[in-house]
Nanobody, 114 residues
Framework: QVQLVESGGGLVQAGGSLRLSCAAS????????VGWYRQAPGKQRELVAS???????NYGDSAKGRFTISRDSAKDTVYLQMNSLEPEDTAVYYC????????WGQGTQVTVSS
């Protein structure tokens, strides 16, 4: 079973940027689609963005216009570039297959201060 490990979170001021990484234990092309998800305190986990093996991209409403999902096949890594961050983006960010098929990892904490 493939494993996906998140990294890149941190503390950033509102308006700042972060790039999250999701490293796969085998070729990302062996996965039909990879998604970035997030869970804020007291809220349900939500899909932020996804990318299919064929390169089809989908964004959740919260990400449109600010976040960009991409991949580097040489590194078997999927990225989430987040710009114009807002305090409302504070959450633990996870990657998983899309639709979800793996156990959730530890995620990476993103905290946006106002």
């Amino acid at each position: 079973q493939v494993q996906l490990v998140e990294s890149g979170g941190g503390l950033v001021q509102a308006g700042g940027s972060l790039r999250l990484s999701c490293a796969a234990s085998r070729s990302i092309f062996s996965i039909n689609a990879v998604g970035w998800y997030r869970q804020a305190p007291g809220k349900q986990r939500e899909l932020v963005a996804s990318i299919t093996r064929g390169g089809r991209i989908n964004y959740g409403d919260s990400a449109k216009g600010r976040f960009t999902i991409s991949r580097d096949s040489a590194k078997d890594t999927v990225y989430l570039q987040m710009n114009s961050l807002e305090p409302e983006d504070t959450a633990v960010y996870y990657c998983n297959t899309y639709p979800i098929s793996l156990s959730w990892g530890q995620g990476t904490q993103v905290t946006v201060s106002s």
